[in-house]
């Protein structure tokens, strides 16, 4: 979880290094910088988990430290969305930075296909406002991730595998 945490913090650097909107980009660092520090958190506490072994306080230390992490990986990909949708800059050469961009606009065009389905079948009532029974959710940055297969560690992902991992490679 620890190393995964640190690809999610990767990741939305990397989308903030390409925000175009300022407040947005911010908002991405902020949630990315607290993501770091929960995920060196659960780093310091796993490790000394695993030296003092079973004791009540530190499973429950442990398990509060793995909500965190996912309560502040939510907060990157909310904020990721937020960037994606006022627009990102062209990404440089970088694998990686390419990588993160093409995450972004399947997203992107993932969230405009269900907007225009959502304005083709409209399902409003008299007022004009959006009927909630049978209405789907609009796509989210977590759903994609979570739509990803897990893949192994050990697997590469292309043919001719890159030195190290890219910020997409794992699931998260």
Do not use: Y
Request: charge should be positive; glycine fraction near 4%; charged fraction near 25%.
């Amino acid at each position: 979880m620890v190393s995964d945490g640190q690809v999610v913090v990767k990741f939305g650097n990397i989308l903030a290094k390409h925000c175009l909107d300022r407040r947005c980009s911010m908002e991405l660092l902020r949630a990315a910088e607290h993501t770091q520090s929960i995920s060196s958190q659960l780093g310091i506490v796993a490790r000394v988990k695993a030296v003092t072994g079973e004791s009540k306080a530190s499973s429950e230390l442990l398990l509060s430290n793995v909500q965190n992490l996912v309560r502040a990986v939510q907060h990157v990909l909310r904020a990721a969305e937020a960037a994606c949708v006022k627009g990102l800059r062209q990404p440089s050469a970088d694998p990686e930075e390419e990588e993160v961009a093409a995450f972004c606009q399947q997203w992107r065009k993932n969230l405009t296909q269900h907007r225009a389905k959502e304005a083709l079948n409209s399902d409003r009532d008299e007022l004009g406002l959006r009927k909630t029974r049978g209405a789907k959710a609009e796509p989210t940055l977590m759903s994609l991730v979570q739509e990803q297969p897990p893949r192994s560690r050990n697997i590469p992902k292309h043919p001719n595998p890159r030195k190290g991992h890219t910020v997409m490679d794992r699931h998260l």
